[in-house]
């Protein structure tokens, strides 16, 4: 079946920590997205990618990191400098061929928790 | 940029029916989505509108006028299960970003 993955579901961080989320997608989409939820709150998107080795700030992406090496994967690294990144990550892909959106399909999310 | 605002809640009675406004300022607007999202889990896709009018899908419409920069998500015979967040977002060609509303939380009551 196709779909997006995201993992693990919940994860544990310390302090002063780095954390790598993973997303994996086989809808073979160009579009890639990663957004934060707050409780209670909307969607807030960090990073988004549009094509293999190219990505672009969101507008909280100040002590986030991603990268886009393959067309399947996007991983998203929450680092030390994220001083509140305790939230719902959500990642979601899009199949945007030109300048044609279609629906965009989210991950099951992960649930971060800084201890 | 792009700029989204909805209600932040609404309520309604089981079978009812309850109009969900959204109101956006886009740049190369590329068209406005309609999520549902339940506590805890991922949104799930409900509707796409790119031109004015209204497309209906089932107990669940939505109208789009892009003069007014004016959206609404209409749900019918509402259901217990209807009560969710309900996402609006917009597309643009201009940033390819795929911004999302604040949210409107829906409470249906018996």
């Known amino acids: 079946d196709g779909g997006i993955t995201q993992s693990p579901k919940y994860l544990f961080r310390k302090e002063g920590q780095n954390v790598t989320l993973s997303c994996e997608q086989n809808l073979n989409h160009d579009a890639m997205y990663w957004y934060r939820q707050d409780p209670g709150q909307g969607l807030r998107l960090i990073y988004y990618s549009q094509i293999v080795n190219d990505f672009q700030k969101g507008d909280i992406a100040e002590g986030y990191s991603v990268s886009r090496e393959k067309k399947e994967s996007f991983p998203l690294t929450v680092t030390s400098a994220q001083k509140n990144p305790t939230a719902f990550y959500l990642c979601?892909?899009?199949?945007?061929?030109?300048?044609?959106?279609?629906?965009?399909?989210f991950g099951q999310g992960t649930r971060l928790t800084v201890v | 940029g792009q700029n989204i605002d909805q209600p932040t809640e609404m309520t309604a009675t089981e079978g009812a029916i309850v109009q969900i406004n959204c109101t956006y300022q886009t740049s190369g607007f590329n068209g406005l989505f309609w999520y549902q999202q339940h506590a805890g889990e991922a949104p799930t896709f409900l509707s796409y509108?790119?031109?004015?009018g209204l497309e209906e899908k089932g107990r669940f419409s939505s109208f789009l006028s892009r003069s007014k920069g004016y959206s609404y998500l209409l749900l019918k015979e509402l259901q217990m299960k209807d009560s969710a967040s309900y996402l609006c977002?917009?597309?643009?060609?201009?940033?390819?970003?795929?911004?999302f509303g604040t949210g409107t939380r829906l409470q249906v009551f018996p």
């Open positions: 979601a892909s899009n199949p945007q061929t030109g300048t044609e959106y279609t629906e965009a399909f």
């Open positions: 977002a917009t597309g643009s060609y201009n940033t390819d970003k795929l911004i």
């Open positions: 509108n790119v031109l004015d």
